[in-house]
C-alpha cells in the first residue's frame, strides 16, 4: 500500500467515502470479538489508512474472530472522554499522545521534552529502545495494554495568525493552544507564551473565532485537519516530538485467546512502522502543499529556545519530576539537557 500526498490531501468528499468503511468495517458477518478503535485524527491521515489495512489484516488472519472497527475523527469523544472509556471497557482500543496520556501516566509524556530530539534516528533509538520500554511499563502500571511500537505523529510545528514565530521574543504573550497535558503548558510558559489547554476536536473554532492566535502540530496535522485555513504563518521549529501510543483496554485484551493476542498485536505493530514511513514522506513534500495554500514558512534557530528553557529551569525541574532513571535514559539518546 503506497500512500501518497495525493491520497491524504483528497477532498472532503473522498474523506467521507473512506469513513464509511471504517466505521462499518466486515459488518456482515458475526464476529467472535468485536472490537471499536478510537482515535482523534482525520480518515485520510496514514494513521486511519494504515489503520483500516491493519483491521482488515487481523480480520482474515483470525478468519472472522477479531472485527476491530475503526471511529477516527474524534467520532467517540474527545481525547480525555475516550481515554476514560478505554478504561473502562466502553472503547478496547486507543492511540494517543504519551503527552496527553501523561494525565494518567506521568511518564508518558517525556517523549516530548522541547527540543530534546533533533531528527528521527535519535526518536527511533529511544523509543524502540530503553526509553520505550520505561514508558510501557508504567503505562501497563495503570491498567493499560500499550503495543510494543508507537505511531509516529511528527514533529511539532508552531502556526501563527497574526506573525512568524522566529525567536523565543516572538512568543511573550502569544495565546497559543496546546493539548491539555501539564508538559505542554510547562514549556510554553517557560517561554513567556500564554498557553490554553484544549482539545483537538475543538482546535479549528478557536483558532477560527481568535480564541487562541496559534497552535503547534506536526504537518500532516495541519494539513489533514485544513488548519491552513485558519492560519497564516508556520515556523518549522521542530520544538516537541510526539508520537500516539496503541492502547487496549486490560479487560477486553485478556478476553482474546493468546493466540489472537499475538495475531492482533503483530499486525497492529506492523501498521505503526508502515505508518511512520507514511508520515516521514508526506512531510517531506507537505511545506511545498501548504505554501501553495497561503502559509508562510520561516526556519527558527532551536538552540536560543532550548537555551531559554534551561534558563527558566524548564529541564531541570522536568528532571525532578520524572526522576533520574527516566531522565537518564532520555539523556541516553539525545545527549545532555540539564
Known amino acids: 500500500m503506497n500512500i501518497s500526498r495525493r ?7 473522498a474523506a467521507a467515502v473512506v469513513a464509511a468503511p471504517l466505521r462499518s468495517a466486515f459488518s456482515q458477518a458475526k464476529a467472535e470479538f468485536t472490537y471499536k478503535y ?63 496520556l501523561s494525565t494518567l501516566v506521568p511518564a508518558a509524556s517525556i517523549s516530548g521534552v522541547g527540543f530534546a530530539f533533533n531528527d528521527y534516528p535519535s526518536v527511533w533509538k529511544a523509543m524502540d529502545g530503553d526509553l520505550g520500554a520505561y ?18 505523529n511528527g514533529f511539532r510545528q508552531i502556526t501563527s495568525s497574526s506573525k512568524p514565530i522566529a525567536t523565543p521574543t516572538d512568543l511573550k504573550g502569544f495565546k497559543i493552544r496546546v493539548p491539555v497535558s501539564p508538559l505542554w503548558t510547562s514549556m510554553f510558559k517557560a517561554l513567556d507564551a500564554a498557553p490554553a489547554s484544549i482539545n483537538f476536536a475543538e482546535v479549528y473554532s478557536a483558532l477560527q473565532t481568535k480564541i487562541v492566535d496559534g497552535q503547534e502540530n506536526p504537518l500532516a496535522i495541519i494539513s489533514t485537519a485544513k488548519l491552513f485555513e485558519v492560519q497564516k504563518y508556520c515556523s518549522l521549529s521542530n520544538h516537541m516530538w510526539d508520537g ?13 485467546p493468546p493466540d489472537l493476542r ?34 508562510a514558512f520561516n526556519q527558527p534557530d532551536p538552540v536560543a529556545f532550548r537555551d531559554q528553557l534551561r534558563k527558566a529551569g524548564f529541564y531541570a525541574e522536568w528532571k525532578g519530576k520524572y526522576g533520574d532513571e527516566a531522565w537518564s535514559l532520555l539523556e541516553r539518546s539525545v545527549g545532555k539537557l540539564a
Do not use: C, Y
Not at 514508558?135 to 509516529?152: F, L, N, S
Open 38 to 100: 478510537a482515535n482523534n485524527l482525520p480518515v485520510t491521515h496514514p494513521m486511519n489508512l494504515r489503520a483500516k489495512e491493519m483491521a482488515d489484516a487481523i480480520r482474515t488472519e483470525t478468519n472472522g474472530r477479531v472485527d476491530i472497527q475503526i471511529f477516527p475523527n474524534n467520532q467517540l469523544g474527545s481525547d480525555t472522554d475516550v481515554l476514560s472509556q478505554l478504561r473502562s471497557g466502553g472503547v478496547e482500543f486507543f492511540t494517543l499522545s504519551g503527552l496527553i
Open 244 to 256: 500516539f501510543w496503541f492502547l487496549a483496554s486490560r479487560k477486553a485484551w485478556e478476553k482474546l
Open 7 to 13: 491520497t491524504i490531501l483528497r477532498s472532503a468528499a
Open 262 to 295: 499475538t495475531i492482533v498485536a503483530k499486525h497492529i505493530n506492523a501498521a505503526a512502522l508502515k505508518e511512520r514511513d507514511d508520515v516521514a514522506q508526506l512531510n517531506t513534500g507537505l511545506q511545498k502543499d501548504l505554501a501553495t495554500k497561503g502559509m
Open 135 to 152: 514508558i510501557r511499563a508504567q503505562i501497563t502500571k495503570a491498567g493499560i495494554v500499550p503495543m510494543e511500537k508507537i505511531w509516529d
